[in-house]
């Protein structure tokens, strides 16, 4: 069975860090690129960060560079994103997802298949 399980959403107050862990069973974890995506309410969903280990590269949206980073442990096929500086923005439900074979901008810009989604964990900064 497929898993793509978010975890280490939570409150923070703004200015704080949270991170959080995409962890994938069930599929070929290094075949895959990974990214997060997040949702705020009344908002659409929108691609925050993408790493491919296939092709060493990561990707930031412009509105969390140098906040955000984005790591991946193959051993453990698990996926981080460090988050700091969290401002009330931020504030979203948060998800991963596995793209087989992605660029990481193709993915994170909606330019590559996603075969699977984890069902997200919120995130919320208060200010």
């Known amino acids: 069975e497929v898993q793509l399980v978010e975890s280490g959403g939570g409150l923070v107050q703004a200015g704080g860090s949270l991170r959080l862990s995409c962890a994938a069973s069930g599929f070929t974890f290094d075949d895959y690129a990974i990214g997060w995506f997040r949702q705020a309410p009344g908002k659409g969903r929108e691609g925050v960060s993408c790493i491919s280990s296939m092709h060493g590269t990561t990707y930031y949206v412009d509105s969390v560079k140098g906040r955000f980073t984005i790591s991946s442990d193959n051993a453990k096929n698990t996926v981080y994103l460090q988050m700091k500086s969290l401002k009330p923005e931020d504030t979203a439900v948060y998800y991963c997802?596995?793209?087989?074979?992605?660029?990481?901008?193709?993915?994170?810009?909606?330019?590559?298949?996603?075969?699977?989604w984890g069902k997200g964990t919120l995130v919320t900064v208060s200010s």
């Open positions: 997802a596995a793209s087989p074979g992605g660029v990481a901008a193709k993915v994170c810009n909606g330019y590559a298949a996603i075969d699977y």
